[in-house]
């Protein structure tokens, strides 16, 4: 898929709302290897989870991925994030992730803090974290694949469980569907600069 491209989310007659695709359709599995997991508990995922999606972009996978490894700035180009930080600086299994989301609407009136354990890290493949509270747990993975000299594929995938997540659900199905979603496109317009920078 080219850069620039607009992403949006499939409707009835196609694919599933749950699942984001590329204006021109995505692969069934978009990435090798295992499905990501947490540590705490596997999660199960039924209907409509997970949410996910992936775009393919016209920029190396290492540029994407060190772009990545620099959390503060993930609000530069990924506007799901209002603030984000990992703390002691490096992004490593086990680090915490401090998040402040932003509302999936502009005009709701609130930031989501969150805080999640980093549980997986492969380079140029998947950084995924945890989160948990009582009630709730979630395993979200940032997904990289390497096409070729020049391209990549970027993907988010997310999954939850628990009493509050049930009670909630509603919420958070179109919380976990707006990160995907800005994740997405943001990805794609840094593709876009790199692109025209070349």
């Known amino acids: ?31 090798p290897g295992p499905t990501p997991a947490g540590r705490r508990s596997a999660i199960a995922p039924t209907a409509p ?28 180009w990924n506007r799901c994030f209002w603030r984000s930080r990992v703390r002691g600086g490096e992004v490593r299994i086990g680090a ?29 493949d998947r950084v995924t974290w945890e989160a948990s509270a009582p ?5 979200h993975s940032y997904r990289f694949a390497g096409l070729d000299g020049q391209r990549c594929r970027f993907g988010s995938w997310e999954v939850a469980e628990g009493p509050v997540y049930r009670a909630t659900q509603r919420f958070w199905l179109a919380h976990f569907r707006y990160v995907c979603r800005e994740s997405l496109a943001g990805a794609q317009a840094v593709a876009g600069r790199d692109r025209a920078a070349r």
């Open 96 to 124: 915490t992730l401090a998040l402040a989301f932003n509302p999936i609407r502009s005009w709701y009136l609130y930031k989501l803090p969150a805080t999640a354990e980093i549980v997986e890290l492969e380079r140029h």
């Open 1 to 31: 898929m080219k850069a620039g491209v607009p992403i949006r989310v499939e409707r009835a007659g196609s694919f599933p709302p749950h699942r984001m695709r590329s204006a021109v359709g995505a692969p069934a599995e978009p990435f």
């Open 135 to 139: 009630g709730f747990h979630a395993v």
């Open 49 to 76: 989870l997970p949410i996910e999606g992936s775009v393919d972009l016209d920029m190396p996978v290492e540029g994407l991925w060190e772009l990545f490894l620099d959390v503060r700035r993930w609000p530069e």
